[in-house]
């Protein structure tokens, strides 16, 4: 317990320390957050509950004008009934560490709670003129979609995880070079824990007022073979990718092609419209539930998003005033008539402060896609610095 | 942030810098000129908008590198939840760097038309910074002492088949200086919605230009967004059209002032 104090006003010292800071040869930021999670499971009317501290720092440090050092980690203690329940199955969860060095540590555990800390960024960028090499833990992020991203071979990320956007990191070695204003040449290559490797080349170019890509590579066991698109038609914006993915050890398996397209539209007074389609030809039409216990407990990759052969998604967010924004999102398995709905109401308290309520709600059969999970409500403060 | 920013970014450069001296101009010809002034320059300035409402504010702050009207790039440093969001636009493209996520993310034009953060800015008036000359006829109507400087009062009538949401504008230009220090926005029924306003005349970088831009909604007088300059300085020889690239956008690091 002293240790996890210590961490937090150490998180609280560094915001309120450097946050004023003006233009130097680094950068700190971060924030400071308690996030209440309530969650119903089904077939039981009881309410169980989990409170999760985190903090996070991010440091740039800029050496010249060539060297990039960017560490970011990330300090959480959750607590309550949920660790409890489900101990010590979720604490040993929460510190499991995909990338080849294991840089996510717990600090301490009982039955009622647990703390760690993750180094999820730290790498070191060098650039010369339109050359760029990044080196070290580091998220390259190559989708283009909101919620399913099939070309993001090596950070696809999990949707429901609303709050932690910025996302692990992998291990990774990444080359870039620069063709034109908007075009690049990029090769990655990153490392597993399990030593399984990915590595692959993406281009992207502008054209017609549409950014394209295309890549090619190996994603652990497979080959992959992907291209996307950001555009609009009319006013509206039109966006794309698709990879296509096919055993590289199993020549006689047939290949997996999985696509999400997204179009959005926003409207005069602030209304956000957007709407997505995901298409998995491996995916099964009967029902789509999978193990875990939680939403966000599944494994994500850019070949595995759902387990469906479709699934739908739509999104209205509206600000209701500057101060506060307000979304309904919902995903919908056409086939197993599963599906999620998530309202949620984010309000600035002040400039840097801001209070946010939302719900998961699962719904569906037993055994169908979202059938399992309950429903959920979190409400969350958060400090920026 | 999108086109707002732009919009009030353009607007507020245009309505600066001149040291043309006013003759026997048409109408048009003085609206041109306000609106040219900043065409092909290359400027940086550090600026601070607000939000101000009779109960509360909220305060951003931004650095921006910018090319005449087509091209810039904006660095949001404050409030910390936004801190290092890029914005650049390139023409008719725009594209938002998002360091938390590490993602260029493309902007459809639906979006780039919607106001931002709930100012007072709207877009039409704004986002098309040279429809003010294509999209309307201009004629002097009068004329009127503004912070102290002479202006021309022009009025602004959209062509039939402008793409334009004002039924009329009115814009009072600084004779000597091109300065746009007001403009009234009117609907279609001729009734007057918003007020914008320069003033603050400032010495930046050796030009004297209006720091501050204000508007207001007329039926919510209360209501305001200020957009303040705190610094600019013009004419930068590293500032081209290869700066505004996908790669600068996402190395580009706050200046000192």
């Known amino acids: 317990m002293k240790k996890l104090i210590i961490v937090f006003f150490l998180g609280f010292l560094s915001g309120s320390l450097f946050s004023q800071e003006e233009n130097k040869n680094y950068t700190l930021g971060g924030y400071l957050q308690t996030l209440e999670m309530v969650w119903v499971p089904t077939n039981t009317s009881q309410w169980l509950t989990m409170n999760t501290l985190s903090n996070r720092i991010d440091f740039r440090w800029y050496s010249g004008d060539k060297i990039e050092t960017y560490v970011a980690m990330r300090n959480i203690v959750s607590y309550g009934q949920i660790p409890f329940d489900f101990y010590p199955y979720m604490a040993d969860l929460s510190v499991n560490d995909n990338g080849k060095l ?5 600090i301490t555990k009982d039955s009622s709670y647990f703390m760690m800390t993750n180094i999820d960024r730290a790498y070191f960028q060098f650039t010369n003129d339109k050359f760029e090499l990044v080196v070290g833990r580091q998220r390259i992020n190559w989708g283009i979609n909101l919620v399913w991203t099939p ?9 429901f995880d609303f709050d932690y956007v910025q996302r692990p990191g992998s291990d990774a070695i990444l080359a870039q070079y620069y063709t034109g204003m908007s075009s690049s040449i990029q090769f990655a290559i990153k490392m597993d824990k399990d030593d399984k490797t990915t590595y692959a080349a993406l281009y992207r170019c502008n054209n017609w007022k549409y950014d394209f890509q295309i890549l090619a590579g190996v994603m652990r066991d497979d080959i992959v073979l992907g291209a996307g698109w950001a555009g609009q038609i009319g006013c509206a914006g039109f966006v794309g990718e698709g990879t296509y993915f096919k055993n590289k050890n199993h020549s006689d398996s047939s290949g ?3 696509a999400s397209v997204t179009f959005n539209y926003s409207f005069k007074k602030g209304l956000f419209l957007q709407a997505a389609i995901l298409f998995n030809s491996a995916g099964t039409t009967q029902n789509a539930g999978q193990e ?6 599944k494994e994500i990759s850019a070949k595995t998003f759902t387990r469906a052969k479709f699934s739908t998604f739509i999104q209205a967010s509206m600000p209701l005033s500057p101060l506060i924004n307000t979304s309904i999102s919902g995903i919908f398995n056409p086939n197993d008539k599963s599906g999620y709905f998530g309202p949620s109401i984010d309000i600035s308290l002040n400039e840097n402060i801001g209070f946010m309520i939302m719900s998961q709600l699962f719904m569906g059969n037993t ?5 399992s999970y309950g429903s959920m409500l979190f409400s969350r403060l958060k400090w920026s610095f | ?11 507020f450069l245009i309505s600066t810098v001149t040291q043309l001296n006013a003759q026997d101009l048409s109408a048009r010809d003085i609206v041109e000129k306000s609106n040219n002034l900043f065409l092909g320059r290359s400027s940086v300035s550090t600026m601070t908008m607000s939000i101000i409402r009779p109960e509360w504010s909220r305060t951003f702050t931004m650095q921006s590198w910018s090319l005449g009207n087509d091209f810039y790039i904006i660095y949001i440093t404050a409030p910390a939840r936004d801190k290092g969001q890029i914005f650049m636009k390139r023409k008719n493209e725009m594209w938002n760097w998002m360091p938390t996520i590490n993602r260029i993310i493309k902007i459809p034009p639906s979006m780039m038309m919607q106001s931002w953060m ?18 309307y006829t201009h004629r002097i109507i009068g004329e009127k002492e503004i912070e102290g400087l002479n202006c021309y009062e022009i009025e602004l009538i959209p062509l039939d088949d402008a793409p334009v949401v004002w039924g009329k504008v009115i814009m009072w230009i600084a004779k000597e200086e091109y300065f746009q220090l007001q403009t009234e926005y009117y609907d279609d029924y001729m009734e007057l919605v918003n007020i914008a306003k320069g003033s603050e005349i400032e010495m930046m970088d050796g030009k004297e230009i209006p720091t501050l831009l204000s508007i207001s909604p007329v039926d ?4 305001i967004t200020e957009l303040k300059i705190t610094y600019q300085d013009f004419d930068i020889p590293s500032i081209t059209k290869s700066f505004f690239s996908q790669q600068n956008m996402k190395r580009i690091r706050p200046r000192n002032k």
């Open chain 1, 256 to 258: 997996v092609f999985v």
């Open chain 2, 1 to 11: 942030m999108k086109s707002i920013l732009k919009s009030v970014v353009i607007l």
């Open chain 1, 102 to 106: 294991d840089l996510t540590h717990l």
């Open chain 1, 151 to 159: 070309n993001d071979i090596f950070n696809s990320s999990n949707y």
């Open chain 1, 367 to 371: 055994g169908s896609e979202f059938g």
């Open chain 1, 292 to 297: 875990g216990m939680f939403a966000l407990d």
């Open chain 2, 220 to 223: 919510k007088p209360k209501n």
């Open chain 2, 118 to 135: 709930g100012s007072d800015f709207s877009n039409d008036d704004v986002v098309r910074a040279n429809s003010i000359v294509e999209d």
